[in-house]
T-cell receptor, first 112, second 116 residues
């Protein structure tokens, strides 16, 4: 799986949008971009994934650049409960046995 | 159950003891994964089951680590002769097998193992 690069930490004000970047310049054509987050003392939680088109669900939006070498996870209205470590993962998806290769992620702190 | 459950949530072992960590996946999930998470690090893959078959155990750090899933549901991760470097959170995840994906993994809360 391709390596990803994320900032170590970010801060965001409550109610504002949080934009978390990820670089994955060596991504292959059959690899998807996945985002998970891990709230303190909990297991990781799936957020969203995409291949090349922008995606949106009830939790977040995912913007992938046209060359697919980077992406941004957007939390449109961050709350205190969004404070967590966010992991960007590239993965040969849609196969059941595909492991998740986590990096160190971005610690997002949402401030009141 | 509503989600993946793991037990115990916390385990303290003396160096050299054997431990067994249990994972109850979401009912009907064919795939089951174990990960190890050291303090301040992201989770690292240990092993993968599809039903009762262990298809990938390349992440197990030594032959002291053994995992099983005999009936294709509950899984146990066993660590023999525990060492201090085994101290970590052990996470279990399960996933449906669905053509077209996303095949996201659902994680349990983890078992925090401390080896003294």
């Amino acid at each position: 799986d391709a390596k990803t690069t994320q900032p170590t930490s970010m801060d965001c004000a409550e109610g504002r949008a949080a934009n978390l970047p990820c670089n994955h310049s060596t991504i292959s054509g059959n690899e998807y971009v996945y985002w998970y987050r891990q709230i303190h003392s909990q297991g990781p939680q799936y957020i969203i994934h995409g291949l090349k088109n922008n995606e949106t669900n009830e939790m977040a939006s995912l913007i992938i650049t046209e060359d697919r070498k980077s992406s941004t996870l957007i939390l449109p209205h961050a709350t205190l409960r969004d404070t967590a470590v966010y992991y960007c993962i590239v993965r040969v998806a849609l196969t059941s046995g595909s492991r998740l290769t986590f990096g160190e992620g971005t610690q997002l702190t949402v401030n009141p | 159950g509503a989600g993946v459950s793991q037990s115990p949530r916390y385990k303290v072992a003396k160096r050299g003891q054997d431990v067994a960590l249990r994972c109850d996946p979401i009912s009907g999930h064919v795939s089951l994964f174990w990960y190890q998470q050291a303090l301040g690090q992201g989770p690292e893959f240990l092993t993968y089951f599809q039903n009762e078959a262990q298809l990938d155990k390349s992440g197990l750090p030594s032959d002291r680590f053994f995992a099983e899933r005999p009936e294709g549901s509950v899984s146990t991760l066993k660590i023999q002769r525990t060492q201090q470097e085994d101290s970590a959170v052990y996470l279990c995840a399960s996933s449906l097998v669905k053509l077209g994906g996303p095949n996201e993994q659902f994680f349990g809360p983890g078992t925090r193992l401390t080896v003294l």
